[in-house]
Each structure stands twice: as structure tokens, then as C-alpha cells.
């Protein structure tokens, strides 16, 4: 049996509300707050970034797991905010927490699907014999531009997951994927904010790639979608993942647990990674659990889980997502958002 | 900074790695060449917790250039559990929020850039530990 044997998940304590931003560009507060469905989303701090996310996440994974930091045998970081164009994140995490030096790695991009890239590809290898323990994050710093409908959204947080065939906590027992060139979102290498093509990021996008991979791996599976006890879509606001779920045939009761987005904003390629972080914070023994990413480019990830015996020893060995979300929330005016994120120029060194 | 001069303090700065004293297992952060305590040479890493109290704290409001868009911010002298001190930023707080002895932890957090296109400089700060 191979599955995630730890898991762990990472959000900055400070906040903006939906509301701070809409005023600041005269947008209405309640319109935003009913059309996307979100309250207000996280921001990094100053010192914080993908990487410090993912370090952050993957040492409350390895706590969990109980392992030992060098029995990893490869670690990917999948995040389209990477904090450099040349030098992976992942070089870092390795040495923070005591991984390294033997032990493949390397950064996935993928807009919002980088995370289950990662996740995938950890999950295959130690599936293929090739290693005991790797370990897939995906996290991420996202910005909008100014005034644009993605300020409201890009948030900051991410998760990690180790999986391994030992001690499993959540069984992997299908995976799908669907990809195809859908140019719904992009930036180009330089440019500072992405572009996106508006209302054609919806239906031909994200609702085509993530029906299309949740409705494959259920067929693959023989799974009908009353047999999960949880499911989690990619969540750039609150709506799509609740529509695509009443499409395929989900109820909101099976959504709720991972509906992360309206408190926490989209963490991009952490997006789902931590909807699933907070199934299986409170999963019980048994229970069937469906994720389906999604990347603009256009391509979604399934992944059908099983959780065992083993879950429930490992919840409170590391906080909560939901807790983290909840404490020490410190909330920004528009202001110091801005300096937070520089989207103000600076006559300063950095 | 110099990377030769970052990769050499990555096992303090990163997994915060000090010298134990094989002579009267005195811990030494960051780790010396000669113990002070028995004057023996030979040494072994040992990782120290992350997990201690705030002994005391200052809040900067001038402060050098690569740290000039975050002040105010606390920076305090932290007693790890086992004793052994060091100083560091504090982050995610209010000064009004902290206490002598109050519990903290440490996290990995980026420090500073010496210009736009140097290296990022990672290492540990302190939060309170909020449970
Ligand atoms: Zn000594």
C-alpha cells in the first residue's frame, strides 16, 4: 500500500479582507464578497515566501510521519511563485531541514497545479520501488495586479505531504490526469503580474479540465461520487469548486471540510494541497476522499484516497490548518498591503 | 554576502547546530574552536530545540538599510530549552503582546537582502507560541 504516511500545512497570520480591497478601487464589497464567495484571504509577511511556506509545512509532514529527515529520498516544491528564476526552492528546504544532501529534487511550475505535480510524482516513485519516503509540496505566493478581480484572491499558504508504503495514513488508489494547450492565464517570463482571459477561465478552463479529471478517475475507480465522505477542487474563489461540485453530483456537506478558500483566499499551487491537509486533520478510519486540481494552461490532477487505521494517531501531532487560519490573525489596511507585497516602488536597497 | 561566507553559516543559521563538548558536554552556539568551560577541542554537533522563552526584547525604529521597511520590529534574546541563548528577530507580533518567559519557538524565515539582485538570506526568528 502506497499513500501520504504525514502531512503538514503553513498560512502567515496576516490577513486582508475582501471589503479593504473593494473600497480601494471603489469595487462593492458585497458583490465581491456573494459573486466569489470570500471573506478575506492571507498574506505573507516580509520575511515569508514559497520556500519558507513550504519548510514551515513539510517539517509539521515529517513530524507526523516520525521519520527521520534523511530517509527522503526526493523532494519537489511545486509553486509558480518560486522566490528565484534561477535556483530551486527545493535546494533550500534540504538543507533547513536536515534532508540533504543525498536526495533528488526539483521545482514544478504548473500555475495552480504545481502542488499535485509534485504530489504525483513523489507518489509514483516511491510506487515504483525507487525510494522509501518522498516528499510534495506545493505552495505559493500569488500576486494580482492592482485593481485586477485577482487581487481579491492570491493568497499565501501551502501544504506537504510524504508518502511512503509504510504506515500509510491515506492511501493513494488512483490517480487521473487531463491536460490539453488552454491559454486561460498566463505570464511571461519578466512580466511582473499574469494575465488571464477574463470570463473564458471559467467554463473552457477550469470547469472542462476538472469535470473531465474527476469524472475519468471516478470511472477508473468505480467510485460514485455518494461513496466519498470529502471531496476537494482546486479553489480559486469560493464558487467554481462548489458548482463543479453540484455538477459531477457532490453535496456541500462533502465539501465543507476542505472549503479552505473563503477565509484563506486561492494559495495558488497550495490550493488544494491544504483543502486535503484540513480532510485529513479530521478524517476518521475508512473514508474516501476525492481531490481534483487544476492549472491554468490548462490541466487538472485526481487523486482518490483511502484513509487507514493509522490517521487518526497523527492528527494532533502537528496544528491544524483550520487553527492556523483562526489564531493570530493580523489584519492589513490597503496601505501596508501594498508595502507587504511592493507593489509600491521603494527608493531603498531592496 | 558573500556565498562562500552564507554556505559556511547555513548549519546555524538553517538547523541551528551547535558544538557540543565531548570534554564537559558544554554547548556552544555557534560552535567554537576552544570550550570555555574545560578548554577541550574536541567537539560534536548537536541540533538544539526550537522550542524556548523570551528573556527580554527591544523594539528597532531605526534601523539599517535592509531592514528599514519592516520597523518597528522586535528583536529579543531567546533561551532555548537547555539553555542556551541567542538573539534573533521576533516576528508576527505586537511588543504589547510579549512577556519575560513568554514561550516561543523558532521558524525559518528569510532575513535580508543586501541589494535587489544579491542572494536571499534565510535563517531563524522567533513567534510566540500561540497554543
Ligand atoms: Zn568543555
Redesign the pocket.
Known amino acids: 500500500m502506497v499513500g501520504i504516511v504525514g502531512w503538514g500545512a503553513y498560512v502567515p497570520c496576516y490577513r486582508i479582507k475582501a471589503e479593504t480591497i473593494a473600497r480601494q478601487w471603489g469595487g462593492d464589497p458585497e458583490s465581491v464578497r456573494k459573486g466569489l464567495l470570500l471573506e478575506e484571504k492571507t498574506v505573507p509577511g516580509m520575511d515569508e515566501d514559497t520556500i519558507t511556506i513550504s519548510v514551515a509545512a513539510a517539517r509539521d509532514a515529517i513530524e507526523r510521519a516520525g521519520i527521520a529527515p534523511h530517509e527522503i529520498g526526493a523532494v519537489y516544491i511545486g509553486s509558480e511563485s518560486h522566490p528565484y528564476a534561477v535556483k530551486p526552492s527545493g535546494t533550500v528546504l534540504i538543507d533547513a531541514l536536515g534532508i540533504g544532501p543525498h536526495v533528488h529534487v526539483a521545482d514544478y511550475e504548473f500555475a495552480c497545479k504545481a502542488g499535485t505535480e509534485a504530489m504525483f510524482v513523489a507518489y509514483s516513485l516511491v510506487k515504483a520501488g525507487q525510494m522509501k519516503y518522498a516528499l510534495g509540496i506545493g505552495a505559493d505566493t500569488s500576486q494580482g495586479a492592482p485593481g485586477d478581480a485577482l487581487e481579491y484572491t492570491a493568497s499565501a499558504g501551502g501544504a506537504a505531504f510524504i508518502m511512503g508504503d509504510d504506515k500509510v495514513v491515506a492511501e493513494i488508489q488512483a490517480t487521473y490526469s487531463y491536460t490539453s494547450d488552454t491559454p486561460d492565464f498566463w505570464r511571461k517570463e519578466l512580466e511582473h503580474y499574469p494575465q488571464h482571459a477574463g470570463r473564458f477561465t471559467g467554463e473552457p478552463a477550469y470547469f472542462r479540465h476538472v469535470l473531465a479529471a474527476a469524472r475519468g478517475i471516478l470511472e477508473q475507480s468505480g467510485h460514485q461520487p455518494q461513496d466519498f465522505a470529502y471531496a476537494v477542487f482546486h479553489m480559486p474563489n469560493g464558487k467554481f469548486p462548489l458548482k463543479a461540485a453540484k455538477t459531477l453530483g457532490f453535496t456541500r456537506e462533502q465539501m465543507e471540510e476542505g472549503l479552505l478558500v473563503t477565509t484563506m483566499g486561492n494559495t495558488y499551487s497550495g490550493s488544494s494541497p491544504t483543502g486535503l491537509a484540513a480532510i485529513l486533520d479530521v478524517a476518521r478510519p475508512g473514508d474516501l476522499i476525492l481531490l481534483v486540481s487544476f492549472g491554468s494552461g490548462a490541466g487538472s490532477d485526481a487523486f482518490v484516497f483511502q484513509t487507514t487505521d493509522h490517521l487518526p494517531a497523527l492528527q494532533d501531532k502537528a496544528p491544524k490548518i483550520r487553527t492556523l487560519l483562526e489564531r493570530n490573525r493580523r489584519y492589513l489596511d490597503y496601505g501596508q498591503y501594498a508595502k507587504f507585497r511592493r507593489k509600491i516602488i521603494f527608493n531603498s536597497p531592496v | 554576502m558573500k556565498s562562500a561566507q552564507y554556505i559556511r553559516e547555513v548549519p546555524q543559521r538553517y538547523r541551528l547546530e551547535a558544538g557540543k563538548?565531548t570534554?564537559?558536554g558544554?554547548l556552544h552556539f555557534p560552535p567554537r574552536l576552544v570550550?570555555d568551560?574545560?578548554g577541550?577541542r574536541e567537539f560534536e554537533a548537536a541540533t538544539l530545540p526550537r522550542q524556548g522563552t523570551l528573556l527580554t526584547w527591544t523594539v528597532i525604529h531605526a534601523a539599517p538599510p535592509q531592514f528599514s521597511l519592516e520597523t518597528p520590529y522586535v528583536v529579543g534574546i531567546v533561551e532555548l530549552d537547555g539553555g542556551v541563548r541567542l538573539t534573533c528577530q521576533v516576528a508576527d507580533c505586537d511588543p504589547e503582546e510579549l512577556a519575560v518567559g513568554a514561550p516561543v519557538e523558532l521558524v525559518f524565515r528569510r532575513i535580508k537582502e543586501d541589494n535587489a539582485a544579491d542572494i536571499i538570506q534565510y535563517g531563524y526568528k522567533a513567534v510566540l507560541r500561540r497554543e
Do not use: E, F, H
Open positions: 563538548c570534554g564537559c558544554k570550550c568551560g574545560c577541550s
